[in-house]
């Protein structure tokens, strides 16, 4: 009776919060409306591809394909088939949703077979050329408007209906770390061989992983589409993979909870730099010299100094205070020359940041934010307790 | 975090079910935005540039507040498209510096807020959003089409006139009322290429270079393809390539053993600059022709002699002797060492951003729905790129398009040859 | 519901199929090299350089500058060119993609050697981004630019100079001849038609009726004498080597011939082997693995900037902006995959096969998926010969 109740009230929970972000969003302006769409959409992405990625331990870098795969799905089926519908758009996103998903799913059926055969990095680059090669076909169909892309109809944005769907994402990618179902997964990343002789059925799990991971993806692809009322082939090109799959690798792979997060700081930065105004570039170049010193000195200590956390945190302190003082100084000085006195838009730094963050973090933090670990209120409760509780089940 | 005990897949499910069931009950009050966007895009039969009415705007208007009136601006300032977007934000802002050295208007500085897009449609549309979550009163922008149509869906649920830069997607301006743009539209431009070629070369057997990756140039292909081959010429082949191909000479050995008498390439001078130097290099004698995007004087050094003596259609002309393209010039030479732009954007986001702070100035309120009026009232805004009328056009302004040939530096890049008026190309 | 076969039906041309394999060939050379830095990276250090297309961008730009400060700049560029700009250009953008290589290697990738290969990854698609992005505000404010194609002394206007023209097989010499009596049509057409432009006050775009009628029946006998000498060279089959690319061929055949030796039959060679052969092993003999990777970094770049100054200098006009290494960088990847990734013939193997069936596409009339075939030999090479055409396939199972 618990198990039951406690799954009720966890999915009830789920709808709820979707209802109340979007009780929450409604008064907020479009802006925000549309960040927190995309947000959730790449949540959804990053935990999708996590799945296959981080979980099962395939390399897939071609995830946009699939996000493709589902928008050009929905779009195409407005165009065809919604001028005769005549239920509520939102039951219409619904479907397309289900319909995404589904074309998405088969595409990723059938990816997933040649990596039956294929591993690690020959892996990779098949799904990186099917991803190319999705993008391409689709740039050379009339009746998918080639590169001047489709119309999308209706166009519809529903925000509870994404961030259910990232939560649905979630949970599931959940669950199958802490269940019995997942475990078939677990053991395909760990060790393949040793994994088929206890009796797992690699080659299907293989595939599940695709399947769910890309279904998941070509959902998101669907919704897409009806919030942004016209897409094109440029959306879906290479660089959207490769950010999907930073961020899964830059939260730590196998970690939904990095992916969660990691989705949500990779989206937000370059985002918050739009309000960046000029920028001097002898304070750009100040910020560059002085970072890449900061980072070998944290290096450093990471790899040198094993001391407890505290006085490490300490150092860490004093590294980002030398830091900020060697910038200010430095770009006084640079001011100075005059080749270094021109500015910069800050909109132009944004991607130039986004990249920089990213070696960075790799940086000091190769093995992603959250590793393997998960989020969990013990670590928040640990001060206060005596000795750390070990979770129950199977850890990631 | 959520059911650490439930199996996953019944969670999906339900939780899917309820959704549906939810969706069904609230889904009629809760439609939401749907806002009108253009039809299917690729119609490869030109029609008029807003044939019928266009859906009007019903969102609140956003009205003035503070000592000064926000014009937003989105343009590719990062990007595959940034010499364009770098263009049309510099002449935006030549054109607001002056209305604010006179005093901006009704006593209010004009503040221009930009936005970058990066060069993709996602990115104009958070660009677009932020801009009027700024609470801008008209946004100015973009230079491509794909890019606009995503500003125009976003102001348009906020009633906030777009004033397009060189978006000359055909349908474009259907989207709604809100929606104007500065230059023509490729229903024109093509047709009147085509009836260059046709009337004045004597061209008939033209073959095609289209850029795949270029929505402008698939467009602009398509429009000179209906009208070339309905005045009795012949296309005689079509070769495709996509942006930053660096050897064309696949495409060309395929379009030399069809024997053309001439080459429409309608995509961008970047590549029609090596395309036209390896066409001559490979022994094809046929005469160049384009579009507007052959707009650089770059284009005499990634062409070289080879791309002198081919015709494009163009905007306006540097070279012309009315005075508001000499002022402009001077202007622009001021604020960057004595150099021209580069790009015909560069006067174009200048007329875009003069033509809504025209509008701005001409509005009976300082409110966005007055200046949509305001703008769809214009007759005869002198701009840089030629006189601007959108009275009664739907937002694509009547212009007329000129055709020059590309000469040597010395000469002046580009040399008017002919003039076609809205009403001669229909 | 697919137009994937459009031209199907319209039947294949024989007679440009010569031309399109030789141009197939020339850019596979441009592909081996930058596949070349690629298969290196990849055999020493088991990791994919997703920067080497940056590398490349660097190199073009190294060369464009270098062109410019020898004279050869935009609007006044010298007239004649010369061997001396040429060599210097060439191994300057070498020199520079060698230290940008090294410098990459010992910021980006050295700290990450121990961490998960797909760490390192993601850090190459960082410095991918970074430079790409980055250049936009530091490389000549991110406008397209081009090499003045004069800087070549190959270059020539007219095509019958700056080509070798090679004839496989003749035109057909009776409708040759045919033309030929044409071309008299065609002058008379032409006088007729200029004394009339005279008449009418020489303006050509403003011609009375009587003068477009003239013009008109010039332009039709133009056509009519290609058209004629178009059928005379039906059967022919005639090939067109620009001057310049086979001087980049050339260039291609000796730098792998220097390669090979590099690599075959000297003690860094055989070092960078046994790095490639067994990482830990080979530091256990006392290879300073750091100097070899370093140095396979400055060799793969340096072959890098060699493609990226050939590309840019000898494809007239070719455009140069931070985004020029990307598709050429995806290419040489895939090339580099197809050979069989970490073997050095594989690559240029793969690179000329990379060429060929672009241009084999483009012939068969799909040119819309020129980019597409490289993926789509790609996923079928790796179905069936997993290791690539060169490469031994490793089944990784135990």
Redesign the interface.
């Known amino acids: 009776m618990k198990?039951l109740a406690?799954?009720v009230l966890?999915?009830l929970?789920?709808?709820g919060f979707s209802f109340l972000v979007q009780k929450l969003a409604e008064g907020q302006?479009?802006?925000?409306?549309?960040?927190l769409v995309?947000a959730s959409l790449y949540v959804t992405l990053s935990v999708s591809l996590n799945l296959i990625?981080g979980i099962t331990g395939q390399?897939s870098i071609g995830h946009a394909a699939f996000y493709q795969v589902g928008a050009y799905a929905a779009a195409y089926c407005g165009?065809a088939f919604y001028p005769n519908w005549h239920?509520?758009?939102?039951?219409w996103?619904?479907l397309m949703l289900?319909v995404g998903g589904i074309v998405a799913a088969i595409a990723g059926f059938i990816v997933g077979l040649?990596s039956l055969?294929?591993?690690?990095?020959?892996l990779?680059?098949?799904t990186?050329?099917?991803g190319?090669?999705v993008r391409?076909?689709v740039?050379?169909?009339?009746?998918l408007?080639?590169?001047?892309?489709?119309?999308?109809?209706?166009?519809?944005?529903?925000i509870w209906?994404v961030v259910?769907l990232a939560?649905?994402c979630?949970?599931?990618c959940?669950?199958?770390q802490?269940?019995a179902?997942g475990l078939p997964f677990l053991a395909v990343r760990e060790d393949?061989?040793a994994s088929a002789a206890m009796g797992v059925n690699v080659t299907k799990t293989k595939v599940i992983a695709f399947v769910l991971g890309s279904g998941f993806a070509g959902a998101a692809g669907a919704a897409y589409a009806l919030q942004?009322?016209?897409?094109?082939p440029?959306?879906f090109r290479?660089?959207q993979s490769?950010i999907i799959?930073?961020m899964v690798?830059?939260g730590g792979?196998g970690s939904v909870?990095g992916s969660v997060l990691a989705a949500l700081l990779l989206f937000y930065i370059p985002?918050k730099m739009?309000d960046l105004s000029d920028v001097r570039l002898s304070v750009?170049v100040s910020i560059l010299i002085s970072v890449?010193f900061a980072v070998a000195a944290v290096?450093y200590v990471i790899n040198n100094v094993h001391k407890p956390i505290k006085v490490r945190a300490a150092y860490y302190a004093g590294i980002t205070a030398v830091t900020a003082v060697v910038i200010t100084i430095l770009g006084k000085i640079l001011q100075l020359v005059p080749a270094f006195q021109t500015s910069?838009?800050g909109?132009?730094?944004?991607?130039?940041v986004?990249?920089?963050v990213?070696?960075v973090l790799?940086?000091i933090r190769?093995?992603g934010i959250f590793a393997h670990h998960e989020?969990s209120w013990d670590w928040l409760l640990s001060p206060l307790k005596k000795k750390r509780t070990k979770l129950p089940?199977v850890s990631a | 975090m959520l059911s650490r005990n439930g199996g996953f897949s019944r969670l999906a499910l339900s939780a899917l079910a309820i959704g549906l069931l939810m969706g069904c009950s609230s889904g009629g009050d809760k439609a939401a935005t749907g806002s009108p966007s253009g039809t299917t895009t690729t119609s490869s039969d030109p029609k008029p540039a807003g044939g019928g009415t266009r859906p009007q705007p019903t969102a609140p208007v956003v009205t003035a507040s503070g000592d000064s009136i926000k014009v937003g601006i989105v343009a590719s300032l990062s990007g595959d498209n940034k010499p364009w977007g770098d263009d049309s934000y510099e002449g935006a802002k030549l054109a607001v510096k002056e209305i604010n050295d006179k005093g901006g208007i009704q006593g209010k500085k004009i503040e221009l807020i930009v936005q970058d897009d990066a060069s993709t449609a996602q990115g104009a549309k958070t660009a677009a959003d932020k801009l009027l979550s700024q609470g801008v009163l008209t946004i100015i922008g973009e230079v491509s089409s794909s890019c606009t149509i995503q500003i125009a869906n976003s102001a348009f649920e906020k009633n906030v006139p777009v004033v397009a830069i060189g978006a000359t997607k055909t349908d474009l301006t259907d989207i709604g009322a809100n929606v104007f743009r500065v230059c023509y539209s490729d229903a024109f431009q093509g047709p009147v290429m085509a009836k260059f070629a046709y009337e004045e070369l004597g061209l008939r057997n033209v073959a095609l270079m289209t850029d795949n990756k270029q929505a402008y140039s698939q467009g602009l292909s398509a429009s000179f393809k209906t009208s070339f081959e309905s005045l009795g010429g012949k296309i005689v082949d079509e070769q495709k390539y996509d942006t930053g191909q660096t050897q064309f000479g696949g495409q060309l050995t395929e379009l030399k053993s069809k024997n053309p008498d001439g080459i429409f390439m309608s995509g961008y001078f970047t590549e029609v600059g090596p395309i036209a130097q390896q066409a001559r290099a490979a022994g094809i004698n046929a005469k160049f022709l384009g579009g507007d995007g052959w707009d650089s004087e770059k284009l005499l050094d990634s062409g070289g002699t080879a791309i002198v003596g081919g015709f494009f259609c163009n905007h306006y002309n540097n070279k012309e002797s009315r005075p508001i393209v000499k002022e402009f010039l001077t202007k622009w030479g001021k604020a960057h060492n004595g150099q021209a732009p580069t790009t015909t954007m560069g006067a174009l986001g200048y007329d875009a951003a003069a033509l809504a702070l025209d509008a701005i100035s001409r509005a009976a309120k300082l409110d966005s729905g007055a200046i949509i009026k305001a703008l769809d009232s214009t007759t005869n805004f002198h701009g840089v790129s030629g006189d601007i009328t959108l009275q009664g056009q739907n937002g694509t302004p009547l212009k007329q398009a000129l055709v020059v040939e590309v000469r040597p530096r010395s000469e002046g890049f580009q040399v008017f040859r002919k003039a076609y008026s809205p009403d001669q190309v229909k | 519901m697919l137009d994937l076969a459009p031209h199907l039906l319209a039947g294949l041309e024989i007679s440009t199929l010569p031309q399109q394999l030789v141009t197939g060939l020339l850019i596979g050379t441009i592909y081996a090299l930058v596949a070349l830095g690629y298969t290196m990276v990849y055999g020493v250090l088991k990791l994919i350089n997703f920067a080497h297309g940056e590398v490349f961008m660097l190199g073009a730009y190294a060369a464009l500058l270098i062109s410019w400060s020898l004279g050869y700049t935009p609007g006044n560029s010298l007239e004649h060119g010369s061997w001396m700009a040429l060599i210097l250009m060439l191994i300057g953008a070498m020199i520079v993609c060698a230290l940008i290589g090294m410098i990459i290697e010992r910021l980006a990738y050295r700290p990450m050697r121990n961490q998960a290969r797909i760490a390192s990854l993601i850090t190459a698609i960082g410095v991918s981004l970074f430079l790409q992005y980055g250049g936009q505000i530091f490389l000549l404010n991110g406008t397209p630019q081009n090499i003045d194609p004069k800087v070549s002394p190959f270059y020539s206007s007219d095509p019958t100079v700056g080509n070798i023209q090679l004839t496989i097989k003749g035109p057909n010499k009776e409708l040759l001849a045919k033309a030929d009596q044409m071309s008299s049509l065609v002058d008379k057409a032409k006088t007729d038609y200029e004394a009339e432009l005279k008449l009418e006050g020489g303006d050509e775009f403003n011609l009375q009726p009587k003068g477009k009628e003239l013009r008109d029946l010039y332009r039709k006998e133009q056509r009519d004498l290609e058209s004629a000498k178009n059928d005379a060279n039906k059967g022919a089959i005639l090939v067109n080597l620009p001057k310049g690319q086979v001087f980049m061929l050339g260039s291609v055949l000796i730098i792998m011939v220097g390669l090979t030796w590099l690599v075959m039959f000297t003690r860094q060679g055989r070092a960078m082997r046994a790095v490639s052969l067994d990482f830990d092993s080979a530091s256990l003999m006392g290879i300073n693995v750091n100097a070899v990777v370093t140095f396979t970094f400055a060799l793969g770049s340096s072959l890098a900037g060699a493609g990226a100054m050939m590309a840019a200098t000898f494809q007239s006009g070719t455009k140069i902006d931070t985004f020029f290494g990307v598709l050429p960088g995806v290419k040489a990847f895939v090339a580099a995959v197809l050979g069989g990734i970490g073997n050095i013939p594989g690559a240029v193997l793969g690179g000329i096969l990379m060429g060929l069936a672009e241009n084999l596409v483009v012939w068969a009339g799909y040119g819309g998926y020129k980019d597409a075939i490289a993926f789509v030999i790609l996923i079928a090479i790796l179905l069936f010969k997993p290791g690539g055409l060169l490469g031994s396939a490793k089944v990784e199972k135990v």
Do not use: C, W
């Open positions: 198990f406690t799954r966890s999915i929970a789920a709808i302006d479009s802006f925000t409306q549309q960040l995309l990625n390399f165009t239920g509520s758009p939102v039951v996103l619904l289900v040649p055969r294929l591993k690690g990095d020959y990779a680059v098949v990186m050329g099917f190319e090669i391409i076909v740039q050379n169909q009339k009746v408007g080639e590169s001047g892309g489709l119309s999308v109809h209706p166009h519809l944005q529903q209906v259910l939560i649905l979630i949970a599931l959940r669950n199958l802490i269940t179902h393949e061989v942004l009322g016209a897409i094109n440029d959306l290479m660089d490769f799959l930073t690798v830059l792979t909870t985002e739009r750009l890449g290096r910069v838009e909109g132009k730094l944004r991607l130039v986004f990249a920089g990213l070696i790799m940086l190769p093995e989020f089940g």
